[in-house]
């Protein structure tokens, strides 16, 4: 168990740029989530995968942002003509099949828009 | 619809004193609890897990909890706390029978003073 890997750790952009971050799951989980933290608030549920398929989107999700998991291993989410309100701590997480499963987070990606 | 209130933003404790977290939620279906804790500039660590049996759960690093159905409430506790604890903890639920979507607390900052 390697476990989840996000990249990069931190972004810093300017405002009106695109940003695309990459989370690696364990190996064997075929389920995979972003979340969105701000300061001082709790994780956000942005959007699920179940193998390659999108099944889920959070109305947090506007329509500068799509994620992808085009083999159902590693998962891609890019945030286009960024603003200052999308700084965040961008969360991975993967976990088996099953709701009982529990969520294994990566690190994170803080994102900085100046 | 599911949420989670953590009822104090920042606990401050003295080292080896006991702690208590917590944590209410609202939900019309049966749920699985969760606790995790962040420490800074990581990801979420899984503390404990309540899904179904003794309402009384251990968990990592001497934690415990304990779910109360009739209070809607699922408590952490630690009889005794180290300055190593200080971090952010977060509760959150899960819809049982549905996809492991995670639902978060806002949050309660533990500061553990020597």
């Known amino acids: 168990d390697t476990g989840v890997s996000q990249d990069p750790r931190h972004k810093i952009t300017k405002r009106g740029q695109n940003v695309t971050f990459r989370c690696d799951p364990i190996?064997?989980?075929?389920?995979l989530y972003w979340y969105r933290q701000t300061l001082g608030q709790g994780p956000e549920f942005l959007t699920y995968?179940?193998?390659?398929?999108?099944?889920?989107k959070s109305r947090l999700l506007s329509d500068r942002f799509s994620a992808e998991r085009p083999k159902g291993s590693f998962s891609t989410l890019e945030i286009q003509r960024t603003e200052q309100g999308d700084s965040a701590m961008y969360l991975c997480?993967?976990?088996?099949?099953?709701?009982?499963?529990?969520?294994?987070f990566g690190n994170g990606t803080r994102l900085t828009v100046t | 619809a599911q949420s989670v209130t953590q009822l104090d933003s920042q606990v401050p404790v003295f080292e080896e004193a006991p702690v208590e977290l917590r944590c209410n939620y609202s939900?019309?279906?049966?749920?699985?609890l969760f606790w995790y804790v962040q420490y800074p500039n990581q990801g979420l660590q899984l503390l404990l897990k309540?899904?179904?049996?003794?309402?009384l759960v251990k968990g990592i690093n001497g934690f415990e909890a304990e779910f109360n159905k009739s209070q809607t409430s699922f408590h952490l506790r630690k009889p005794s706390v180290h300055i190593s604890d200080t971090a952010e903890y977060f509760c959150?639920?899960?819809?049982?029978?549905?996809?492991?979507?995670?639902?978060f607390g806002a949050g309660t900052r533990l500061a553990v003073h020597p």
């Open positions: 959150a639920v899960i819809i049982s029978g549905g996809y492991n979507k995670l639902i």
């Open positions: 309540y899904l179904s049996g003794s309402t």
């Open positions: 190996s064997e989980h075929n389920r």
């Open positions: 997480a993967s976990s088996l099949e099953g709701s009982n499963s529990p969520l294994h």
């Open positions: 939900s019309s279906v049966s749920v699985y």
């Open positions: 995968f179940q193998n390659e398929a999108q099944l889920e």
